[in-house]
């Protein structure tokens, strides 16, 4: 259920995108008067699983039907439809050298109502159009999303109990308990930007309260690396006392009386106040029994529990609610005030994914070797629904959809933004030869690209 439920946000994540982005571009298109002969949520190589044709003056579906070239659809109407392969999208614009490579269309004189027969600058709308439509996008997201819920995170400075560390962030030199004040002697608001604060600023220190001194802790060089390419989600943890939230189906600490709300402090006679404490002393009691004392209201209880071979007691670790021990920040906004708020995060997610863009092409940090096709994206939704986290991560997505296709990448809408500035600059027209086999050349990089994320996904699975 839970794979079904993240890969049912994605798909409708990315039919949201690529629907408004596809928008961008046909809107224009009409609105310049130039024919739009297919409109397509998810490519339809050489047959779509419904499509909408108008046909005799009527509108008429058709269900698994063969492609179509653009010669054989009746003039000046869209056909509409939803392909079977899942890549994205696309609008089929007469005239135009597109993924389409409709090469007969080509060797046809220009026709008024064809994308190449119109003046530059409209052409230069039409393809911004997708991008400017993922931006605007972006920002509304972030504007309503204000509005309705507001912004809560947990300051840094409120984490009073210190981390947890795994053994990444063990190795940089990191310890259990650890307050985190300040990154390269920067404060960081909101704790859970910390490890990208490290990443995307290539951090050099960080300043921790240990045992009640501060103490500088140096970030290895080859630390980002690591910390891109870590499998944990999570190199630093928020350490909570231990409370018992819930037992699994077959429990020794429930068989021995412990309840829900009890606190774990002491084993076999140690006290303790955290769960990372209590994971790294039962380990030594496998398959014995060992006295667990509990707080429970104003009562200290000692529990004999039978400790599994695995070293477990049968206590679900869910996480705690976190508004129980810390105090968190939550900023309202009106729509009037979230308009600007919006806006400002909409620029800020930009700035951020650029320097994770720029992270790519470094062969420090090998952060290419970590790339992601659709399973990684799948993977970043919550496994149960979550209105809020779905609208964050779209409005995310659409930054990142913006700043792909405006990449100066032949096949994609950057690509013809390119030659369409040469062409304004220089009043000289690409020739279509060149546009044939610049497409093409586009084409199989982004084929590759496509092969690289998605092969790293299915390497991961098997590691």
Known sequence: MEILIKAAQLILSLSILVILHECGH??????????????????????????????????????????????????????????????????KISGMIDESMDKEQMKQPAQPWEFRAKPAWQRLIIMLGGVTVNVLLAIVI????????????????????????????????????????????????DFQKIPAEIILEDAKTIQVLRDGKEENISIPEEFVSKLIRHKSPEFISIRVPFEVMEFAETSPAKDAGMKVNDKIIGVDGKWLNYYDEFKAAIISYKDKTVNIAVQRGKDTLQLPVKVSSEGLIGIVQKGSDLTRYFTFNKREYTILQAVPAGTIKAYKAFGSYLKQLKLLFSPKTKAYESIGGFISIGKIFPAEWDWMAFWNLTAFLSIILAIMNVLPIPALDGGHVLFLLYEIITRRKPSEKFMEYAQYVGMIFLLGLLVLANGNDVVKLFR
């Open 26 to 91: 046909f809107i224009p298109a009409k609105l310049f008067k130039t024919r739009v002969e297919k409109f397509y949520l998810f490519f339809d190589a050489w047959f779509s699983l419904v499509k909408f044709r108008h046909t005799n003056g009527k509108w008429r579906a058709f269900f698994f039907a063969k492609n179509k070239t653009g010669s054989e659809l009746e003039s000046g109407k869209t056909e509409i439809g939803i392909g079977w392969l899942p890549l994205g999208g696309y609008v």
């Open 142 to 189: 972030y504007i309503v999303m204000l509005a309705a819920w507001g912004e809560e995170y947990l300051p840094t400075k409120n984490v009073t109990y210190g981390i947890t560390c795994d053994s990444l962030a063990l190795e940089m030199g990191l310890k259990n308990g650890d307050k985190i004040l300040t990154v390269d002697n920067k404060e960081v608001e």
